[in-house]
């Protein structure tokens, strides 16, 4: 079993950043990502990167926004949230997959390690 932990998130305004950040306690898979979930509605997926860092997904409400990294010696992967919109408040979940992202995609039940998620509001 792989702990999840995530951190970095917190209250801002709209324009503003945050920096959220995941450790994996051991080995995570082939694919790590970032999801949310706002009040009301479903969880959606964010962002995802493959071990290494060669490749990453965005959804098109962040892209050209937010920015997903990893940092293997740490184990450690990191969502940077630039210019951020009230309609980004949500609780983020870090998760991984032992499958490759071209395979996981967005699908909540391809992932096997979920952290408890760190919240994120943005107001205007």
């Known amino acids: 079993q792989v702990n999840v932990v995530e951190s970095g998130g917190g209250s801002v305004q709209a324009g503003g950043s945050l920096r959220l950040s995941c450790e994996f306690s051991?080995?995570?898979?082939?694919?790590m990502g970032w999801f949310r979930q706002a009040p009301g509605q479903e969880r959606e997926g964010v962002a995802r990167?493959?071990?290494?860092?060669?490749?990453?997904f965005y959804i098109d409400a962040v892209k050209g926004r937010f920015t997903i990294s990893q940092d293997m010696a740490k184990n450690t992967v990191t969502l940077v949230m630039n210019s951020l919109k009230p309609e980004d408040t949500a609780m983020y979940y870090c998760?991984?997959?032992?499958?490759?992202?071209?395979?996981?995609?967005?699908?909540?039940?391809?992932?096997?390690?979920w952290g408890q998620g760190t919240q994120v509001t943005v107001s205007s």
């Open positions: 998760a991984s997959s032992l499958r490759p992202c071209v395979f996981v995609e967005w699908r909540e039940d391809n992932y096997n390690y």
């Open positions: 990167i493959t071990y290494g860092g060669a490749d990453t």
């Open positions: 051991g080995y995570a898979g082939a694919c």
